[in-house]
T-cell receptor
Framework: ETGVTQSPTHLIKTRGQQVTLRCSSQ?????VSWYQQALGQGPQFIFQ???????GRGNFPPRFSGLQFPNYSSELNVNALELDDSALYLC??????????????FGSGTQLSVL | QKEVEQNSGPLSVPEGAIASLNCTYS??????FFWYRQYSGKSPELIMS??SNGDKEDGRFTAQLNKASQYVSLLIRDSQPSDSATYLC????????WGAGTKLIIKP
């Protein structure tokens, strides 16, 4: 167990809807990263938060947004869902504040299906 | 385009043998490299990290890094059926770039 928890575990939405995924980081970790993992692919970096501010972003459109709260919990919001957004969404926490050379500890993920 | 390349496999290895997993990366500025294990339907689990050229051993696992050749490998000694999983290689500096993973099958 990594101490990183995600909810919900599974979610089904329809195209055009909005979704919010939640993550609770491991105690003592102040950085959270979100990843999208399509079937048979490696995780794709969405963005990272450090001390409640976005600290880096991958090649994802603005309809993917996030928040980090003072207790280091985090949310991933996706607006205007598309069929290609169907994937496993992973939250990972770390303790290196600047994100360099960082070991990541993953939650169990949220499997999102967009119909 | 920064990339991390892995052979998708599957790589089939007899129980008790050495499994050798390989990874190449394109970004010469990468400083940190990680191997993660991912069982089907589960999230990635950190196996090894390596930052310097050479070998790093942890139990049955040895990670090898060659920055001149932009090459990272993971050796698993005395392979067990429970080692059957997809192994993900990740490297980078500020942002990690991930390979698509190699599926490893350990045959009893």
């Amino acid at each position: 167990e990594t101490g990183v928890t995600q909810s919900p575990t599974h979610l089904i939405k329809t195209r055009g809807q909005q979704v919010t995924l939640r993550c609770s980081s491991q105690s003592g970790h102040n950085t959270v990263s979100w990843y999208q993992q399509a079937l048979g692919q490696g995780p794709q970096f969405i963005f990272q938060y450090y001390r409640e501010e976005e600290n880096g972003r991958g090649n994802f459109p603005p309809r993917f947004s996030g928040l980090q709260f003072p207790n280091y919990s985090s949310e991933l919001n996706v607006n205007a869902l598309e069929l290609d957004d169907s994937a496993l969404y992973l939250c990972a926490s770390g303790s290196d504040g600047q994100g360099h050379n960082e070991k990541l500890f993953f939650g169990s993920g949220t499997q999102l299906s967009v119909l | 385009q920064k990339e991390v390349e892995q052979n998708s496999g599957p790589l089939s290895v007899p129980e008790g043998a050495i499994a050798s997993l390989n990874c190449t990366y394109s970004d010469r500025g990468s400083q940190s490299f990680f191997w993660y294990r991912q069982y089907s339907g589960k999230s990635p689990e950190l196996i090894m990290s390596i930052y310097s050229n050479g070998d790093k051993e942890d139990g049955r696992f040895t990670a090898q890094l060659n920055k001149a050749s932009q090459y990272v490998s993971l050796l698993i000694r005395d392979s067990q059926p429970s080692d059957s999983a997809t192994y993900l290689c990740a490297g980078g500096d500020y942002q990690l770039i991930w390979g698509a993973g190699t599926k490893l099958i350990i045959k009893p």
